[in-house]
């Protein structure tokens, strides 16, 4: 179940606290995932085969963030996907097809919206 704390009138599910400063979570995948509550940055390694990465349902949870990055130089495609035909800006998935792409997605309490775009390197040697 979840870890709540209240402080105040301030409710925390699952808080993540290391000294006092939010410590945020960050996992790599090399397979089909679906999001924790308490993962913040998903890096996933398409190396071996495309997959996708499912964002939980939006509903409930009105500003989680998620920060979703391709961290391979393979052709194989990470694609976030939703759940209960939910959104990402008015789309069903996001495809992260090349290396150090990501995205960042914050819940509006119905669907995600993309609040940040993290470019691709521009080849192996490239720059951004």
């Not at 209240?6 to 979570?25: H, Q």
């Not at 495609?77 to 759940?83: P, W, Y």
């Not at 119905?110 to 390197?121: E, K, T, Y």
């Amino acid at each position: 179940g979840a870890n709540t704390t209240t402080v105040g009138n301030l409710t925390l599910t699952n808080p993540t606290i290391s000294g006092g400063v939010f410590t945020p979570t960050l996992v790599t995948k090399t397979s089909a995932y679906t999001a924790a509550a308490t993962d913040y940055t998903i890096l996933g390694n398409a190396s071996g085969g495309s997959f996708s990465i499912t964002l939980p349902t939006a509903v409930g949870v009105s500003g989680q963030i998620y920060t979703l990055k391709k961290i391979d130089s393979s052709a194989n495609v990470v694609t976030v996907a939703t759940t209960s035909a939910q959104t990402i800006d008015g789309l069903s998935s996001y495809s992260l097809g090349y290396q150090y792409q990501g995205v960042q997605v914050q819940s509006n309490n119905s669907n995600w919206v993309i609040i940040d775009v993290i470019p691709a390197r521009n080849g192996v040697a490239g720059t951004f």
